[in-house]
């Protein structure tokens, strides 16, 4: 296979990461891709540091096992503290997910305020504060963890009842800090945009950084000249447990078939 036409390998912890391989095919459409959603283990932000990068390394070997010309971690958790260490272990390019939301963000606010939310790990990092930082010191941010979220995702709860009490909860003391921008950071947290703004108000700007990812990747592989130039493309997904749960969220959010899904198992732990 040529290697343009090698497929870009996508991981994050479960269904999450498919707001990124969405914006992926909206922007490369034909781009092949290798999805891998580890979702025996999820979610990763409740773990150590040290299982995290231990989990990055057994999802990154998959997937460069089957191929890929690029990894995309498409995992606010791994982002935020294990990137740099994927990076020099992969011998191919590797995109995560924080620089272009950070990017986005700064651009967005206006009273350089921000909000972002997600998992205890992410937030813990100040990965975002960071990276916010660089760009421009004079932004406060606010970091906040909403744990619950990624569980409600992964059940399909995105509307209802249950996902707005949560919200509520988690989010009114955001709401207190006079934001005007508040990042989603973990890749599941899209999929409760809905809920999010209705809750935040709509004088707030939600930025989803997949969008902005997939932008990267398209400079990144058009400056590498590894842009795929055929018209078709394969959409593989790979999960370890249950193909069927995954299948049901994944297709209601994707708004497409997964045709080709297998089941794997990936180090000891279950």
Same mark, same amino acid.
């Given at each position: ?33 290798? +999805? !891998?959603?580890?979702?025996?283990? &999820?979610?990763?932000?409740? *773990? ?22 690029? !990894? &995309? ?38 009273? *350089? ?10 937030? *813990? ?9 660089? !760009?421009?010191?004079?932004? %406060? ?8 979220? &990624? ?39 899209? !999929?409760?945009?809905? &809920? ?6 709509? %004088?707030?700007?939600? $930025? ?6 997939? *932008? ?14 055929? %018209? ?27 045709? +080709?899904?297998?089941? $794997? ?6």
């Amino acid at each position: 296979m040529p290697r343009n036409d090698m497929p870009i390998g996508i991981f994050d912890s479960g269904i999450g990461g498919l707001t990124v391989l969405k914006e992926i095919i909206a922007t490369l459409p034909g781009e092949n891709t290798i +999805y !891998l959603g580890d979702t025996a283990r &999820v979610p990763y932000g409740i *773990r150590s540091p040290e299982t995290v990068t231990r989990y990055s390394f057994e999802n990154a070997r998959f997937l460069s096992s089957k191929g890929v010309k690029m !990894l &995309v971690i498409a995992c606010n958790t791994v982002s935020s503290i294990s990137l740099g260490a994927v990076r020099k272990s992969a011998g191919m390019p590797v995109i995560g997910v924080i620089g272009p939301g950070a990017r986005a963000a700064v651009s967005a606010t206006k009273n *350089r305020k921000v909000g972002v939310i997600g998992t205890e790990a992410t937030i *813990r990092s100040s990965a975002y504060a960071r990276a916010i930082s660089v !760009l421009d010191s004079s932004i %406060e941010v606010f970091g906040l963890p909403c744990p619950l979220f &990624v569980p409600l995702v992964e059940e399909g709860w995105t509307e209802g009842e249950v996902a707005e009490m949560t919200a509520e909860t988690y989010l009114k003391d955001m709401r207190d800090k006079n934001i005007d921008t508040l990042v989603l950071g973990c890749t599941h947290y899209p !999929l409760l945009k809905n &809920v999010i703004s209705r809750v935040m108000g709509d %004088e707030v700007v939600l $930025i989803d950084s997949a969008v902005e990812t997939a *932008r990267a990747i398209k400079t990144a592989l058009t400056d590498l000249s590894l842009l795929g130039g055929g %018209e078709g493309s394969t959409r593989h997904y790979y999960v370890t447990d249950s193909p069927e749960k995954f299948i049901s969220v994944g297709e209601r959010f994707l708004g497409r078939k997964i045709e +080709y899904i297998e089941k $794997i198992e990936l180090g000891s732990e279950a």
